[in-house]
């Protein structure tokens, strides 16, 4: 059914506002115990009393969703109404004028309004505060304060980040989300990350550092994999231990952790070795080490030591023909010496 047929069947009209769950969670802004107003009448959704109406909100990832009731007359019962006398005051008694609210469904809004109101708009704002940037404060605070720091992540968890957490990004997660919302709101979109393919490599390094939770090695991985920079070498401990154990590099010998560095240094250590596509190969020293591939290398070091074997064999037992030769000649003068003699 279209949304007109929705609206024209007397289904609740929605309006929206842009607004990301890392800015406003309805469940604790309203949950917390310092509001008074407000009741959660359905799964996500809220009911209270601002500037002289009743409003219900709920929200999903990017957009805060609210209908307001202007009439006493705006929701039909169906058995399964509340009055907002009871439901906002928490008492049963009704009084005259009272607007009668309907106990939400769950599900996300299906009837949207083209014209919203922009009065409700600026309410919405002022009332949330929604012009000032939560994300940067809890950044600022998090700097300051290391426990803040810890404390916030319990409330900044939003969904998204919670969906990633699902699909295997563990840790990642938190700064995957919190880089793409970066890079839409402060780089215009993806084209600045197409952009970067065509900057030299220093520069990109540089560009994607400014990201959440990107140090050098993941930096470099970027440029590797997606921005055709083919002479970048991620370096991390595990590369670093390669270059010392198989390649005799000294970089960072007597320090105990992975500086710029020395991360600099490894890095035009191979780079100078391998040629311009030095990352590429990094990358097959760098699977022939991990343990998963051990034991493929194992099976090709087999192989290897069963060649040597059989050259071995072959090469003595060549060197055994020519003594049974030798001997064989040998004897062979010695019977003629005695026949002619």
């Known amino acids: ?178 880089s793409a919302r970066q890079i839409l709101d402060s780089h215009g979109g993806p084209h600045w990350l197409q952009g970067l393919r065509s900057v030299p490599y220093l520069q990109a390094r540089d560009a994607l550092r400014t990201l959440p939770g990107v140090g050098p090695k993941v930096a470099d991985c970027v440029c590797l994999m997606s921005l055709e920079k083919a002479c970048v070498v991620p ?15 000294a970089a960072g010998n007597g320090q105990k952790s992975l500086t710029d560095k020395v991360h600099r240094q490894i890095g035009d250590f191979f780079r100078q070795l391998w040629g311009p596509y030095a990352g590429w190969a990094h990358s097959v020293l760098f699977c022939s080490d991990l343990k998963k591939f051990q034991k493929l290398k194992e099976t090709h070091c087999l192989k290897q030591e069963e060649e040597k074997k059989k050259v071995k064999i072959k090469v003595e037992g060549e060197g055994m023909n020519k003594k049974i030769k030798k001997m064989c000649n040998r004897k062979v003068k010695m019977c003629v010496k005695e026949e002619v003699g």
């Not at 109101?117 to 809890?138: A, H, I, S, W």
């Not at 401990?237 to 005799?248: E, F, L, M, P």
Request: charged share 25%.
């Open 1 to 178: 059914m279209s949304q007109h047929a929705l609206l024209s069947a007397g289904t609740k009209s929605w309006h929206s506002l842009a607004c990301s769950r890392s800015e406003l969670r309805l469940d604790l802004t309203l949950g917390c115990g310092q509001s008074f107003r407000w009741r959660e009448t359905g799964d996500g959704h809220w009911t209270g009393v601002m500037g002289g109406r009743v409003w219900t909100l709920t929200q999903t990832d990017d957009t805060l969703w609210y209908h307001t009731y202007n009439s006493p007359n705006a929701i039909g019962g169906d058995g399964r109404k509340r009055r907002a006398g009871s439901l906002l005051q928490g008492s049963g008694k009704r009084s005259k004028g009272v607007i009668e609210v309907k106990e939400e469904e769950e599900g996300e809004p299906v009837a949207v309004t083209p014209d919203p109101d922009r009065k409700e708009e600026e309410l919405l704002n002022d009332y949330f505060q929604l012009k000032v940037k939560l994300g940067d404060l809890y950044r600022d605070w998090g700097a300051a304060d290391p426990h803040f720091n810890s404390i916030a992540k319990i409330f900044t968890d939003n969904s998204v980040e919670a969906r990633l957490r699902d699909l295997g990004f563990g840790y990642r997660a938190r700064f995957l989300q919190q």
């Open 235 to 249: 370096v991390d401990t595990h590369v670093w231990q390669i270059a010392k154990r198989d390649y005799s590099c």
